[in-house]
């Protein structure tokens, strides 16, 4: 009807065609190969019966045809025409292999490529994010070709197919969806498919569906109880289009107006419940099986037209588009104009969508933010299993592909979903263990200090005058520096101070241990000088000791300047020791020197142990050497568990290990060698005489 009213508009536009009629014949295919072809034969002979090769329409001519809706009835006229180059307008198939134009050089379309329909449900899949459905197509060229370029637009996006099955009117295609987890199901069949298979849809679980466009029309069809199955779904649709005057023209309609139409005959008949005798003029009506003769005025007014939706123009309105492109044409090509935009009625894919709650078609849950994608073997490449990051990474978007290791300054937060700058690590004055040790050597400080003041007061008294006064201020002094170079070690590490408290700590305590060492020598020397005939006499006195620690300490300096010369410490950021902790500390350079050092001052307190063993046992009340012997043992042991301890050691406590050497060892001697003295001069004054110690001669 579509198709009459608008080449009878035509003819009546004083705009389109003037003084041109146009006329048309109408065939049904019926949607069957051997039909069409026969009514193509009829339409180019002109004349109802076939005459190959022949053509009887006299001084009318055929200008082209307008057909089919199905693929297969369009392509056999398309191969027929064709090779006569008359313009073939499809009004239904989407099929892209008639956009060959070197197969099909004259054939044209008033509705868009199927290809533009699968796009259109990618982007339907990619705007939601959808990447775990299921599919379900027609058993034919188009089901097959959806699922290829469905299924590989899914998977370069990361989705995939939870199934892809055939629609029949079997129990397994409703088995497969009764069991599969996913929520989305798109719905891809052409209009070739058999109505009767979709039946095989009733009574399923509520999923989202995304049709072609074509199930539209079969569901208005067959049965509204597969509306109700699908309802709530996407659909896409062919644009609807309007078409003035034609809803008057539909109903108003009447055989008596086209008496030799056939075609309108057999749609009255079913309608209106009448038979068509001779002509559409004669009809007659059963009523209970008696017939009677009819005028044939009834209109589509009287009837429900229901399943003909004629007021939503979507295949109507195609075929009165094709049949204006064809008309346009003509008028172009009667008035020697190029050709115009035929298409400016043709529609274009379009869906309409509806907020509602959106399903999440996903063959697991998301992986949260902190965690990465790991392949499930075995399943499709959307399935996967969520694994956390490990230390150091992260990852801050939900599905991540892998996680991000975070710089060498920074570490992951608890949840892995953010890089956070390290905590600095050193011995800081704020911690407990820093101000205890700074606390310590402060006290020891201040009480070598007051040890210094207790001999100054007392200098002229025997017990100070015994083994060499000035050599015990010098030590008492050393003593003092060593404790308060430990405040080098304590607090944020600078390049000066890494430079300064190795050199510092070495120097310092060489003079520390070598003034031991000429004490003890002095009372070998004093001792032996005695003897008769004795040689050492002349090592008696003040020199000797002095030149002694001179020697003892360049030794300690020059390993010091060689040292800073060639390989001096540094500071150091320390990213890779502990996961969650930069360490700043102070890198020694050359472990060799530092231990050279180490070595040397050990190396002068084993020979001071060895001195005052030697000299213990001589008879003298003030002699020290049983203090010294004990000092140097407490020392050596100290030192010898020093290098297993700092060496199994980071950061802090590294530090912290050096300095509780030097403040234990230092205390060692400060209490061993002069802790007697002090105890004589306060609580045993009676003993720090010349008497007494003559006594003990």
């Avoid at 693929?71 to 989407?94: C, E, F, N």
């Avoid at 030697?614 to 407490?634: Q, V, W, Y």
Wanted: glycine letters at 6%; a negative charge; charged letters at 15%.
């Amino acid at each position: 009807m579509a198709f009459i009213f608008a080449v009878e508009e035509i003819n009546r536009s004083p705009w389109i065609l003037p003084n041109i009629t146009l006329g048309y014949q109408i065939f049904d295919s019926c949607g069957a190969t051997p039909i069409s072809l026969s009514s193509a034969l009829g339409v180019i002979s002109g004349k109802e019966f076939n005459v190959p090769n022949f053509s009887c329409w006299g001084n009318s001519k055929m200008v082209g045809l307008v057909g089919d809706l199905s693929t297969d009835t369009t392509y056999t006229i398309a191969q027929l025409v064709g090779v006569l180059s008359y313009p073939q307008i499809s009004y239904g198939t989407m099929n892209p292999i008639f956009s060959d134009k070197f197969q099909f050089p004259s054939f044209y379309r008033t509705i868009p490529n199927e290809e533009a329909e699968m796009d259109g449900i990618v982007q339907i899949l990619k705007h939601f994010g959808w990447k775990w459905v299921g599919l379900i197509i027609s058993d034919d060229d188009i089901g097959y070709r959806a699922r290829e370029r469905i299924s590989t637009e899914l998977a370069s996006r990361g989705g995939c197919l939870a199934f892809s099955a055939l629609i029949d009117y079997n129990d397994e295609l409703v088995e497969e969806i009764e069991k599969t987890t996913v929520n989305v199901i798109v719905l891809f069949i052409s209009q070739d498919t058999e109505f009767t298979k979709l039946y095989s849809l009733y009574n399923l679980p509520p999923k989202l569906w995304i049709t072609s466009n074509f199930i539209h029309n079969i569901i208005m069809i067959i049965d509204q109880n597969l509306e109700f199955t699908l309802n709530g779904s996407l659909s896409l649709l062919i644009q609807e289009g309007e078409i003035p005057g034609f809803e008057q023209f539909f109903y108003t309609y009447s055989p008596n107006d086209y008496p030799n139409d056939a075609i309108i005959a057999s749609m009255w008949q079913p309608l209106f419940h009448y038979y068509f005798i001779d002509s559409p003029s004669s009809i007659r009506e059963i009523p209970g099986g008696n017939l009677k003769n009819h005028t044939g005025n009834k209109n589509l007014k009287d009837v429900d037209l229901f399943m003909y939706w004629n007021y939503h123009y979507r295949v109507t309105y195609r075929v009165y588009t094709a049949v204006y492109a064809l008309a346009r044409a003509l008028h172009n090509l009667y008035s020697a104009q190029p050709p115009a935009n035929h298409w400016d009625k043709l529609e274009s894919l379009k869906h309409k969508v509806k907020p509602w709650q959106t399903p999440e078609p996903l063959c697991n849950a998301p992986c949260a933010p902190g965690y990465r994608k790991s392949k499930r073997e075995g399943a499709p490449s959307c399935c996967y299993d969520c694994v956390p990051c490990i230390d150091g990474e992260m990852s801050n978007t939900s599905d991540a592909p892998s996680c991000f290791r975070c710089p060498g300054y920074e570490m992951s937060n608890e949840q892995r979903t953010a890089c956070v700058p390290k905590m600095k690590n050193y011995l800081s004055y704020g911690e407990t263990l820093g101000a205890s040790l700074a606390s310590i050597a402060l006290v020891l400080f201040l009480t070598t200090s007051a040890v210094q003041g207790v001999f100054v007061k007392y200098w002229h008294t025997t017990i100070v005058k015994a083994n060499n006064q000035n050599l015990s201020c010098l030590l008492l002094i050393s003593l003092m520096l060593c404790f308060l170079c430990t405040l080098l070690f304590i607090g944020r590490p600078t390049q000066i101070c890494c430079l300064l408290r190795q050199v510092t700590f070495g120097v310092v305590f060489t003079i520390s241990v070598s003034s031991v060492l000429a004490k003890t020598l002095t009372v070998i020397i004093a001792f032996n000088a005695t003897k008769p005939g004795s040689t050492l006499k002349k090592f008696v006195g003040f020199q000797v000791p002095i030149v002694l620690v001179t020697i003892c300490s360049l030794g300690e300096i020059a390993i010091c300047i060689v040292w800073m010369t060639f390989d001096p410490p540094f500071l150091e950021t320390d990213i890779f020791s502990e996961r969650d902790t930069i360490i700043l500390q102070c890198n020694e350079g050359s472990v060799t020197f530092f231990f050279s050092i180490i070595g040397y001052i050990g190396t002068l307190a084993l020979l001071s142990f060895i001195a005052a063993f030697l000299a213990k046992d001589f008879p003298d009340r003030f002699n020290e050497a049983k203090n010294i012997t004990f000092s140097m043992l407490g020392f050596c042991s100290v030192w010898g568990a020093f290098v297993p301890a700092y060496l199994s050691s980071k950061g802090s406590r590294m530090v912290a290990v050096e300095i509780f050497a030097i403040l234990s060892s230092s205390a060692g001697l400060l209490g061993c060698i002069f802790g007697p003295k002090c105890y004589i001069i306060f609580l045993r004054p009676q003993l720090n005489t010349k008497v007494t110690a003559y006594q003990i001669h």
